[in-house]
């Protein structure tokens, strides 16, 4: 069956820096879009990174030159890279799979994993 497994959360310092992992099975990676984001305490969900299935990348401004997106369609495994951690990054973070067809949109989420940042 389909998984989306997130790991790497936890708690750091402002500043610091964390790397979460997504791994992937049960369906074509490499074919999907690849997606994270995240919600925050009493926030809607926030769209923080994502890389296309031919290894384009966007973010948002709120993260854009501290946050990096990248893939390994090897492994089936999607990262973000999280450097100069501000409190306001403190929120679960998702990763979701996007695959979009003429006729049919395939999307899938992971359980979430735990960012908080604090000293």
């Known amino acids: 069956q389909v998984q989306l497994v997130e790991s790497g959360g936890g708690l750091v310092q402002p500043g610091g820096s964390l790397r979460l992992s997504c791994a992937a099975s049960g369906f074509a990676f490499s074919s999907y879009a690849m997606k994270w984001y995240r919600q925050g305490p009493g926030k809607e969900r926030e769209l923080v990174a994502a890389?296309?299935?031919?290894?384009?990348?966007t973010y948002p401004d709120s993260v854009k030159g501290r946050f990096t997106i990248s893939r390994d369609n090897a492994k089936n495994t999607v990262y973000l890279q999280m450097n100069s951690l501000k409190p306001e990054d403190t929120a679960a973070y998702y990763c979701?799979?996007?695959?979009?067809?003429?006729?049919?949109?395939?999307?899938?989420w992971g359980q979430g994993t735990q960012v908080t940042v604090s000293s």
């Open positions: 979701n799979a996007l695959r979009v067809t003429v006729f049919i949109q395939y999307e899938y």
């Open positions: 890389i296309s299935s031919a290894g384009s990348t």
